[in-house]
Nanobody
Framework: QVQLVESGGGLVQAGGSLRLSCAAS????????MGWFRQAPGKEREFVAA????????YYADSVKGRFTISRDNAKNTVYLQMNSLKPEDTAVYYC??????????????????WGQGTQVTVSS
């Protein structure tokens, strides 16, 4: 099992940047593919970005492509989400997720077995 703890959320003006971090417990972090999802009030949880176990392959939702960057440091058991050029529509609770191995579909929230508690990101206009 793995436990995930997100940090780095906050309030930022449109056009600004934030960097989210997700720290994982355990010694087998490199066995897990990682993803970031978000959920706005009244909406379903949606895919944002994902990264393979080695970090060599990344995936992005069209809405964040070119603005967000996912990365990981397996030595620090941490995955990051660098968010630039933030927009008010990026406002949501952001969740980190993990699945052992390589999921058949990185975009599918049901493929992930472990979730963090979430961190709030609010972008003001």
């Amino acid at each position: 099992q793995v436990q995930l703890v997100e940090s780095g959320g906050g309030l930022v003006q449109a056009g600004g940047s934030l960097r989210l971090s997700c720290a994982a417990s355990g010694r087998t972090f490199s066995r897990y593919a990682m993803g970031w999802f978000r959920q706005a009030p009244g909406k379903e949880r949606e895919f944002v970005a994902a990264i393979s176990r080695s970090g060599t392959i990344t995936y992005y939702a069209d809405s964040v492509k070119g603005r967000f960057t996912i990365s990981r440091d397996n030595a620090k058991n941490t995955v990051y989400l660098q968010m630039n050029s933030l927009k008010p529509e990026d406002t949501a609770v952001y969740y980190c997720a993990a699945v052992q191995g390589n999921p058949s579909n990185y975009y599918n929230k049901f493929a992930y077995a472990y979730w963090g508690q979430g961190t709030q990101v609010t972008v003001s206009s």
